[in-house]
């Protein structure tokens, strides 16, 4: 018994020292990539479809430099740290009509941008979810608090979920928020109002607005 109980421990001291071997090896970049990906996983695990699929795909630090964007928007940025940009399809609230944007996510807040102006700001403070589907789409709904600064709730298409989502629930500190849904979601349109979105099957992806006023994702 004693011997057993002495090679037990022994065996957790070297598999304790093979673990701190790896991670000093590790680079400050491959830290990063694992830690973000624990929380992909904490999120998606699972949930949604594409998942493991992504396992594979390093996430990278931005998808655009700060330099791709416009010089007014970054004076309007000015004093905060640009953490992330990524280029989404924004769709609107009322028609639904799709709209090249860019997602621009700072220390403390995640902008909406379309070229020289700053279309909508979220700060990380006020975030009150972040909804996807279970299926392989890429729509990403933040959700806002109803205030008179805010129009609603912003619907995004992005073409790296996965990442862009996990990159804001990190800088948000709001891991907690995310929701991966079935079927239906609602979303806050502005004045009190709601929208719903309707996540589907078919042959061929497509974003577009139903009979019954619906969004549907296919």
């Known amino acids: 018994g004693f011997l057993m109980q002495t090679s037990e421990m022994l065996r957790k001291i070297c598999m304790r020292n093979l673990v701190r071997k790896y991670c000093r090896g590790l680079t400050a970049e491959r830290k990063v990539q694992l830690q973000q990906k624990v929380v992909t996983s904490a999120v998606f695990s699972g949930k949604k479809e594409g998942y493991l699929e992504s396992l594979s795909q390093p996430f990278l630090e931005t998808r655009l430099k700060e330099n791709d964007l416009n010089p007014?928007?970054?004076?309007?940025?000015?004093?905060?740290?640009?953490?992330?940009?990524?280029?989404?399809?924004?769709?609107?609230?009322?028609?639904?009509?799709?709209?090249?944007?860019?997602?621009?996510?700072?220390?403390?807040?995640?902008?909406?941008?379309?070229?020289?102006?700053?279309?909508q700001k979220i700060e990380y403070s006020t975030l009150k979810g972040i909804s996807t589907s279970n299926l392989s789409d890429g729509i990403v709904v933040i959700h806002v608090p109803e205030d008179k600064q805010q129009k609603g709730d912003v619907i995004l298409q992005c073409e790296h979920i996965f990442e862009t989502v996990t990159k804001l629930c990190i800088l948000a500190n709001k891991q907690s928020v995310v929701k991966v849904v079935k079927g239906s979601l609602r979303f806050r349109v502005g004045s009190g109002k709601e929208g719903t979105m309707v996540f589907t099957v078919g042959p061929e992806p497509q974003v577009f607005k139903d009979k019954t006023g619906q969004l549907t994702v296919v």
Do not use: C, H, W
Request: positive net charge.
């Open 72 to 119: 007014k928007v970054l004076q309007l940025i000015r004093g905060e740290n640009i953490k992330y940009v990524t280029p989404v399809i924004k769709y609107d609230r009322n028609g639904f009509k799709a709209r090249e944007r860019l997602l621009v996510l700072t220390q403390s807040s995640a902008y909406v941008v379309e070229m020289a102006k700053i279309k």
